[in-house]
């Protein structure tokens, strides 16, 4: 394809400078005499010249000699002939020769350090935008995708992709759709890599247009990542690569891969870090489980234990007072047990994604009479006022948000002075709706107060309050993923925890 550029782009030149020459000489032969034939020689000077600058030394040789000839024969008594009566002439015959041949090296050489530069200047910029791409990326993947694009729009190709060979060969990142790499393209790809030279073939992939082969398919080219790189991989590229004039297309296919081969590596470490995290916060996560809900499980599975061993001996007459006694503590420690269970089930699906929220328009009427039912016996008798402005709602999910109002109304219940009454009130502001549930009590102490929401926190004051501490990090979690937020404030007077939701259009 180079050749044959190269080729016509020679033959217009030819064509033009044959042109410009016979145009001079037609027109000028008729009317100069041998008295003015300094500014016909500079005529055929400046052809020389410029051709030499537009299309290189050899046409610019070429109108030189031609030149040359034509003045000579033309122009230089005798004329019509090649021969030269004076010894002044033919000196001056040859250095304008020299002058028009030296004068046309000089400007092509000067024309092809211009063109080298600016296809410097283009593959330094084709390489900074690729850089650019992928740090712009805002994870691993979406730097490879990023990359995959800039070097599809760099060659005019129509389509790039990553594959990795681990140990199959996989698509991880594609400037299209994520294609499967078929049993041919894989053995092209291992052959590519396997020979470290780049494999041009058309796929089995129906194309249209200049891309597409003779044979209607879509031309690949498969560029091998470097022996030196922490990944075996593959570049392909779509379609028919056109790199910038003047750039050597093999040396930017050597840096594609080799960014490419960056930004995997880049990825795989992410990903091993993620992996190495995970493994981390999971045996962290079983350290402070067993550290912190050993109590919680145990201390109702003894009460449970030692009630129903008591039941069961008979060497002792108890009284029916007393079997109540028992029934109540394993009916209550029961209870307890299966609301430790269920919170730690609950924490671990919202951890894990595996709550999907059902988003609708609740009303915070019907939500707060549903919540005053369901926690009176966490009230034991005490006072709950519940205010809401009519028609206000938001949009949540129905269960998950009335599990976080309650269980932030039983940790008011838990930690706030027997017998004060608990308040539950509601208001706009702005596009959002605040829960709030305050109570009236000693309050949360600074040291606890940022840690509140933690996983199996339960603070100072709560050492001696049942309780598993993932209440309100079950209350954190659920108003995430309904979109909001919750704030706690205290103060010695007690202590308010606002749930932030997003109001409903209807109340707007």
């Known amino acids: 394809m180079h050749v044959r550029a190269l080729a016509q782009r020679q033959t217009t030149g030819a064509?033009?400078?044959?042109?410009?020459?016979?145009?001079?000489?037609?027109?000028?032969?008729?009317?100069?005499?041998?008295?003015a034939l300094l500014p016909v020689a500079l005529g055929y000077l400046l052809i020389a010249l410029v051709a030499s600058a537009v299309w290189g030394w050899a046409i610019g040789l070429l109108a030189a000699v031609a030149g040359n000839l034509l003045f000579n024969f033309f122009f230089v008594p005798p004329l019509h002939t090649l021969t030269v009566s004076e010894p002044e002439?033919?000196?001056?015959?040859?250095?304008?020769?020299?002058?028009?041949?030296?004068?046309?090296?000089?400007?092509?050489?000067?024309?092809?350090?211009?063109?080298?530069?600016?296809?410097?200047?283009?593959e330094s910029e084709i390489l900074l935008s690729l850089s650019n791409e992928a740090a712009r990326g805002v994870s691993p993947r979406d730097s490879m995708t990023r990359l995959c694009e800039a070097i599809t729009r760099a060659l005019h190709g129509s389509g790039c992709s990553i594959l990795r060979q681990s140990p199959a060969w996989s698509v991880v990142a594609s400037s299209g759709g994520?294609?499967?790499?078929?049993?041919?393209?894989?053995?092209?790809?291992?052959?590519?890599l396997e020979s470290q030279a780049v494999v041009t073939f058309p796929s089995r992939v129906p194309g249209r247009g200049r891309s597409a082969t003779r044979n209607g398919?879509?031309?690949?080219?498969?560029?091998?990542?470097?022996?030196?790189?922490?990944?075996?991989?593959?570049?392909r590229l779509s379609g028919d690569l056109k790199p910038p004039p003047g750039v050597s297309l093999d040396r930017l296919l050597a840096a594609f891969a080799t960014e490419a081969s960056i930004v995997l590596h880049q990825a795989r470490l992410h990903e091993e870090a993620l992996r190495i995290e995970t493994l981390e916060r999971a045996n962290q996560f079983k350290s402070t489980l067993l550290a912190s809900i050993s109590h919680d499980l145990r201390s109702p599975l003894t009460a449970i234990r030692a009630s129903a061993e008591s039941l069961r001996d008979d060497t002792v007459a108890w009284t029916e007072q007393d079997?109540?006694?028992?029934?109540?503590?394993?009916?209550?420690?029961?209870?307890?047990?299966?609301?430790?269970?269920?919170?730690?089930?609950?924490?671990?699906?919202?951890?894990?994604?595996?709550?999907?929220?059902?988003?609708?328009?609740?009303p915070v009427a019907q939500l707060y009479d549903e919540v005053a039912l369901g926690a009176a016996p966490a009230l034991n008798g005490r006072s709950l006022d519940a205010r809401a402005p009519d028609g206000l709602a938001f949009r949540g999910d129905w269960r998950l948000t009335l599990q976080a109002v309650a269980n932030l109304v039983e940790n008011a219940a838990r930690y706030s002075t027997p017998g004060a009454p608990i308040h539950l009130t509601a208001e706009r502001s702005g596009t959002r709706v605040l829960l709030t549930v305050a109570d009236e009590g000693p309050g949360i102490s600074p040291t606890d107060l940022p840690h509140v929401f933690e996983k199996f926190y339960r603070g100072g004051a709560g050492a001696d309050v049942r309780g598993s501490g993932l209440g309100l990090a079950i209350v954190k979690?659920?108003?995430?993923?309904?979109?909001?937020?919750?704030?706690?404030?205290?103060?010695?007077?007690?202590?308010?925890?606002?749930?932030?939701?997003?109001?409903a259009a209807s109340s707007t």
Not at 15 to 35: E, K, R, S, Y
């Open 178 to 192: 994520q294609e499967a790499v078929s049993r041919e393209e894989q053995s092209l790809a291992a052959r590519a």
């Open 477 to 503: 979690a659920v108003a995430e993923l309904c979109g909001g937020g919750v704030a706690v404030r205290s103060s010695p007077q007690g202590t308010s925890f606002t749930l932030t939701l997003p109001i």
């Open 217 to 235: 398919h879509t031309r690949r080219t498969y560029v091998p990542f470097a022996p030196s790189a922490p990944e075996p991989g593959v570049l």
């Open 89 to 122: 002439t033919f000196i001056g015959l040859v250095l304008f020769l020299a002058v028009a041949s030296v004068g046309a090296l000089l400007l092509s050489l000067l024309r092809r350090q211009v063109l080298l530069a600016e296809a410097a200047r283009a």
């Open 15 to 35: 064509v033009a400078v044959a042109l410009a020459l016979a145009t001079q000489t037609a027109i000028l032969a008729p009317l100069v005499n041998d008295d």
């Open 323 to 362: 079997r109540e006694s028992f029934l109540a503590t394993i009916e209550s420690q029961g209870a307890r047990l299966a609301a430790t269970v269920d919170n730690l089930l609950e924490m671990s699906r919202l951890e894990g994604g595996a709550v999907r929220p059902t988003i609708e328009l609740i």
